[in-house]
């Protein structure tokens, strides 16, 4: 057997895949039919200051290997989340990343501080990427990325990463919130784009522009954490975008990713996320290799060295 327990954030992961926010809600429906200690970690839907009903009808539209996503940060706000879900993910077997969104730096700042002391959240997440809310693309904006990660990293005490778009310049983005100190990022969300409707001839989804998610992004996603790691060869990376088996996992961790962020596949095929533990122990026992961590970053340093 090989080792896939990852240390990083200054937290113990089981092994290296991590549910990304959104697709697995917060993880109590998954909780009923899987065993949840066969991922690193459970990030949640993100949450906000105020309830938020999300955008209108309709929210997931088919795209060629993916999907176009405009939820709209739908969720029942702090408070519920406190009283109502976190109690239940708290007994949860594996590591709760908790995924904030604010309007403006002292929203996110209050919400942080609110979470941050709470038994069950082992880490934040700051949504600073959601391409599917109107006006608060902030991630755009090296300042602005600075400013809300300030903010929430002085009102929190718990490990910080920040979640942040594969598109713009992102090197700078990743730099921005690494300097106001994030302890690493999440790379990529969902990337803009759109459908239309051959009938009407009109986009079908009411806000035209959607996050595109699944298999149509990963080379994309790979890329960006190639070139993340290569300008931050220290930082925590969860790398996010279009895996959806071990191929792609074992092509994340080699392009410098410590933590592989899964999202749009726990909603196509949640048996095949929660098989990924077992097929990287295999695949890692197989080639001779006795810890998942000799596979990051090998891209980048002559590849893969097979015992
Ligand atoms: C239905 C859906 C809802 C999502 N909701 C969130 C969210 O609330 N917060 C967030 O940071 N990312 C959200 N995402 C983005 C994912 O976490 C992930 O970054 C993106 O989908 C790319 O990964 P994937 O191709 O594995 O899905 C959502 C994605 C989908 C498909």
Known sequence: MAALTVRALGLEFRNPVVLASGPAGFGLELAESFDLAKVGALTTKTVTLEPRSGNPQPRLVDAPCGVLNSIGL???????????????????????????????????????????????????????????????????????????????????????????????????????????????????????????????????????????????????????????????????????GGVSDLRGALEMLCAGADLIGVGFAVMADPDAVFRLQGELDEWLTAHGISNVKELRGAAHRGGIHVR
């Open 74 to 240: 739908q969720n029942p706000g702090c408070d519920a989340f406190r009283a109502e879900l976190l109690p239940r993910i708290r007994a949860f077997p594996t590591k709760r990343i908790v995924s904030i969104a604010g309007r403006s730096p002292e929203e996110l700042g209050t919400l942080a501080a609110r979470l941050s002391g709470e038994p069950g959240v082992d880490a934040l997440e700051v949504n600073l990427s959601c391409p599917n809310v109107r006006g608060e693309t902030v991630a755009e904006d090296p300042q602005s990325v600075r400013a809300f990660v300030h903010a929430a990293r002085s009102a929190s005490t718990v490990p910080l990463l920040a979640k942040l778009p594969g598109e713009g310049k992102y090197l700078d983005l990743v730099e921005a919130a690494l300097s106001a100190g994030a302890d690493g990022v999440a790379l990529i969300n969902a990337l803009r784009g759109m459908r239309i409707h051959t009938e009407t001839g009109l986009p079908l989804l009411d806000r035209q522009a959607g996050g595109l998610c699944g298999p149509a992004i990963f080379p994309i996603a790979l890329q960006r954490v190639f070139e993340a790691r290569k300008a931050f060869p220290e930082t925590v990376i969860v790398g996010t």
